[in-house]
Every structure is written in structure tokens, then in C-alpha cells.
């Protein structure tokens, strides 16, 4: 029988993370920081890191969710209702509950617009 505890699957979750994108998890850590840093400043958000994603959690439920998508990209799906996309804002199969992305190549594009839409997903899901 075969065992794995928790380090284990964190090891082997890292090694895959750099094997598929060229970067380590602390690379990517840096990439989400400013979307999490964002979050924490919009109400009561739980914070849930899974396997490929992180998920953003109103007392309610999951409003929005970051994930890396390419070697150069992360995007950020958010539960919006009865709202078209717009700006840069795209369609998306994220998740189905996640019909809305927005692609960030750098921290600097978590921009106004960015926390226009974050907080209204937030607002909507509270």
C-alpha cells in the first residue's frame, strides 16, 4: 500500500507547477498577490488555496476564483450575474459558475478596472 501525506502532495503539486510552467510556486505566488491583496480589502473573504487554483469566498460563497492558465498568464474568473463582458473582460469555462475572466500577465494589470469588476462580483455574492 501506498502512502502520501500532505508534503507529499505538496512537493509533487510544486514539481508539476514548474514542470508545466517553467516557473515555481513562489513565482506564482508573486503573480496572484496583488488580486489576493485586492480581495482582502473588499469585506470578509476566506481565502481557499486548492491543487490548481484559488478560490475567493464570501461568507455566502465562491465570487471569484485565480488559476495560471499559461506559462505567462493567470486569470481571473469571476461570478458575475446578468452582466455582458466588457473592457477586458472576457466569456469564460473557467468553472461554470465563473461565466466571466480576465487575463493578468503582470501585477500591474490588477488595475482599477480589474477592482471594479472584483468588487462587484463580491457585492453580488455576498
Same mark, same amino acid.
Not at 503573480?31 to 481565502?47: C, D, Y
Not at 488555496?49 to 498568464?73: D, E, G, I, N
Not at 469555462?93 to 480589474?114: F, P
Given at each position: 500500500?501506498?502512502?502520501?501525506?500532505?508534503?507529499?502532495?505538496?512537493?509533487?503539486? !510544486?514539481?508539476?507547477?514548474?514542470?508545466?510552467?517553467?516557473?515555481?510556486? %513562489?513565482?506564482?505566488?508573486?503573480?496572484?498577490?496583488?488580486?489576493? /491583496?485586492? /480581495? !482582502?480589502? =473588499?469585506?470578509?473573504?476566506?481565502? @481557499?488555496?486548492?491543487?490548481?487554483?484559488?478560490? =475567493?469566498?464570501? *461568507?455566502? &460563497?465562491?465570487? /471569484? #476564483? $485565480?488559476?495560471?492558465?499559461?506559462?505567462?498568464? $493567470?486569470?481571473?474568473? +469571476?461570478? +458575475?450575474?446578468? @452582466? &455582458? *463582458?466588457?473592457? &477586458?473582460?472576457?466569456? %469564460?469555462?473557467?468553472?461554470?459558475?465563473?461565466?466571466?475572466?480576465?487575463? +493578468? /500577465? %503582470? #501585477?500591474?494589470? $490588477?488595475? %482599477?478596472?480589474? +477592482?471594479?469588476?472584483? @468588487?462587484?462580483?463580491?457585492?453580488?455574492?455576498?
Amino acid at each position: 500500500m501506498l502512502t502520501r501525506d500532505w508534503q507529499g502532495m505538496r512537493d509533487m503539486s !510544486a514539481r508539476l507547477l514548474k514542470e508545466r510552467s517553467g516557473r515555481d510556486v %513562489s513565482a506564482w505566488n508573486r503573480r496572484i498577490k496583488a488580486v489576493l /491583496a485586492a /480581495a !482582502a480589502g =473588499l469585506g470578509e473573504v476566506v481565502i @481557499q488555496a486548492r491543487k490548481t487554483f484559488v478560490s =475567493l469566498v464570501t *461568507p455566502r &460563497r465562491t465570487f /471569484a #476564483r $485565480v488559476q495560471a492558465t499559461t506559462r505567462t498568464r $493567470v486569470d481571473l474568473g +469571476l461570478r +458575475l450575474e446578468r @452582466q &455582458r *463582458p466588457a473592457g &477586458r473582460m472576457r466569456s %469564460s469555462k473557467i468553472h461554470d459558475t465563473m461565466r466571466h475572466q480576465i487575463s +493578468l /500577465a %503582470s #501585477r500591474d494589470e $490588477v488595475d %482599477s478596472e480589474v +477592482l471594479g469588476w472584483l @468588487q462587484r462580483a463580491y457585492d453580488q455574492n455576498c
